[in-house]
């Protein structure tokens, strides 16, 4: 079983940064991929960026590229979400994942099966 913790939400005006935090336990978080995704009110999920088991990045929504940047710290257990240059269209919810198979990270939320709590997050313009 895996446990996530999302942290580092908050309030930002436009322009500003934030960095969220995901906290795994249960098992050692390097062996698996991971995702960020977002939920705004009355919108669908969607991917925000996703890193592989390698460490590689797999994925960024084109809407955040060279805004946004995915990292993982394996020592602490921790996968980071870098977001610069915040937008009001950047608010949401924001979540941590990791997919049913551990290994491959996508874009498409119905692959993941673990899910953190969320952390929202609010830009003001």
């Known amino acids: 079983q895996v446990q996530l913790v999302e942290s580092g939400g908050g309030l930002v005006q436009a322009g500003g940064s934030l960095r969220l935090s995901c906290a795994a336990s249960?098992?050692?978080?390097?062996?698996?991929?991971t995702g960020w995704f977002r939920q705004a009110p009355g919108k669908k999920r969607e991917a925000v960026s996703a890193i592989g088991k390698s460490g590689s990045t797999a994925y960024y929504l084109d809407s955040v590229k060279g805004r946004f940047t995915i990292s993982r710290d394996a020592s602490k257990n921790t996968v980071y979400l870098q977001m610069n240059s915040l937008e009001p269209e950047d608010t949401a919810v924001y979540y941590c994942a990791v997919p049913a198979n551990l290994l491959l990270a996508t874009s498409r939320p119905e692959d993941y099966a673990y899910w953190g709590q969320g952390t929202q997050v609010t830009v003001s313009s």
């Open positions: 249960g098992r050692t978080f390097r062996t698996y991929a």
